[in-house]
């Protein structure tokens, strides 16, 4: 059975974009060196048009493409419409380049949705980070995007120059007053021939490794969830180029929103057991696609449980419930 795809993404790397950010490489994170045209976005869609089965949406990343000249954008978004199976465009931007006139270029070619770089709501974690924006850049874009009608997706980082697991939690909770419709956290990677590279050789960046980085997103996740705000990604898309030495250090990893995950669930066990305590015996149940979370990489959580609450035994079991909840059964014997 051929799977369904949904979003085609379209790379514009660093097309727009007016500041060389000291995290980012493009070619690196995208795999893509090539700026993207209108031929780009016509070989993309229709290499992703056997997958579709049905609606689907075109994607442009990689770029802040409210920066792009204006006859660039019109050629890109008009070669997206060309295709009936297209219902609804997305593009990914800066804050500090979105404007009345920028908006009302994208509604005109049928955008619907607008994903905002943030990064960060602390003015010296930006100003670190080499960004050129500030806080209140992010404050105005955001509503303007609502106003005008368009879906508003924030994108956040973490572990940043200059920042530390409160601010972070700081700027996760202000971009939750904005209202989002749902958020990328991307925790920092250290990406060879970046300024944060040279930064990290030289001592003056110390990065979050993947253990900080899943401790720390575990602490965002349920601020956005709780809010109703669904958190779209988490981490980098894993690449070849990635996967295969680019990146040095940070949080980098191919399956780290799963790791993300396994940790809230161990979080939760954890919360409830200590209210149980002392036990010696817990059944731990979930709704049958949280399994895999709860019982963590290779059993791993329901180890740490078990040591750490003294258990004799430990397991996990199904039924079907409301994803993400978990209920305990627990007995002294």
Request: one cysteine or more.
């Amino acid at each position: 059975m051929i799977p369904k795809r949904k979003i085609i993404p379209i790379f514009v790397p660093h097309l727009g974009c007016p500041n060389n950010c000291v995290f980012c490489n493009q070619r690196k994170i995208s795999g893509s060196l090539v700026p993207a045209d209108a031929e780009t976005v016509r070989r993309e869609i229709e290499k992703a048009a056997p997958f579709v089965g049905g609606e689907a949406e075109a994607a442009f990343y990689g770029g802040s493409f409210t920066a792009i000249d204006a006859g660039l954008q019109e050629q890109l978004l008009s070669a997206a419409r060309e295709y009936d199976f297209i219902k609804s465009i997305r593009v990914s931007t800066r804050p500090d380049k979105i404007s009345s006139a920028a908006l009302s270029l994208l509604a005109d070619y049928g955008v619907t949705a607008v994903e905002l770089g943030a990064q960060s709501m602390d003015g010296e974690v930006l100003r670190l980070s080499g960004r050129g924006h500030g806080p209140d850049d992010t404050r105005r874009a955001a509503g303007e995007i609502k106003k005008n009608g368009f879906k508003l997706i924030l994108q956040m980082m973490t572990g940043l120059p200059g920042a530390d697991e409160d601010s972070d939690a700081a700027t996760a909770l202000e971009l939750a007053g904005l209202g989002p419709d749902g958020v990328r956290i991307y925790p920092t990677v250290v990406i060879r021939d970046t300024p944060l590279y040279d930064m990290w050789l030289g001592g003056t960046y110390k990065a979050h490794g993947v253990d900080e980085a899943v401790a720390l997103c575990a602490r965002i996740v349920p601020l956005f969830e709780e809010r109703g705000i669904p958190v779209i990604r988490l981490g980098l898309n894993p690449t070849d180029e990635l996967s295969g030495g680019q990146a040095v250090a940070g949080a980098y990893h191919p399956a780290f929103g799963e790791l993300v995950y396994s940790r809230m669930f161990y979080c939760r066990a954890a919360d409830q057991l200590k209210e149980l305590a002392p036990v010696s015996h817990a059944e731990i149940y979930v709704d049958p696609s949280d399994v895999s979370k709860m019982t963590g990489h290779g059993r791993n959580n329901l180890t740490e449980l078990k040591k750490l609450f003294s258990l004799t035994d430990i397991r996990v079991k199904s039924r079907e419930m409301h994803p993400g909840s978990i209920v305990i059964s627990a007995f002294l014997r």
